[in-house]
């Protein structure tokens, strides 16, 4: 059984790695113009603008499963994960975008703060408790190292664009 300073050290690393997808996610979104983000990654693949609200939009939908609260942008939805890209949505701006991005990376790091060693071995709110007990991977940190391995698969999308 890992101790308390071992499980803290994983839960640390875990949101280091967070930090840094979106740290890249951030560069790579400045270092591109919004006539790049326009262009698809490959020919007949997402744009780059419609990656950018899909990963802010699957973010955002972190705050609820992970129990920290409302969706801050909860159009997003529709737009960037229930519809494929060039399905005829309205998409907001990039520079909306990324204000939405930075306000929910604010919101999580703030939760994320909050959360206790016990509170990140919890189950996030997907999961019934009986199916936790059969299941304790279902936590809320592994909801954290699937999203960051998402943003990443994307990120490296994206720099297709360049």
């Known amino acids: 059984m890992p101790t308390t300073a071992q499980t803290e050290l994983v839960i640390k690393m875990t949101l ?17 113009t919004d006539e790049q983000l326009a262009n698809e990654v490959a020919p007949g693949r997402n744009t780059g603008i419609y990656l950018l609200g899909h990963l802010v939009a699957v973010s955002d939908a972190m705050l609820p ?6 969706r801050l942008f909860p159009a997003l939805e529709d737009i960037f994960v229930r519809n494929p890209d060039k399905s005829g949505q309205v998409m907001p701006s990039v520079t909306e975008l990324k204000l939405n991005l930075a306000a929910v990376n604010e919101q999580l790091a703030a939760a994320f703060q ?39 698969n994307h990120i490296g999308q994206m720099l297709l664009l360049k």
């Not at 499963?65 to 409302?70: A, C, K, N």
């Not at 940190?141 to 990443?152: D, E, F, K």
């Open 114 to 152: 909050s959360c206790t060693v016990d509170g990140w071995l919890d189950r996030h709110t997907a999961v019934s408790a009986e199916d936790f007990v059969k299941e304790p991977h279902r936590n809320k940190l592994n909801v954290v190292i699937s999203r960051t391995n998402h943003m990443a």
């Open 65 to 70: 499963l992970l129990g920290f609260g409302d």
């Open 16 to 32: 280091k790695a967070w930090d840094a997808q979106n740290g890249y996610l951030n560069k790579i979104t400045s270092s591109l």
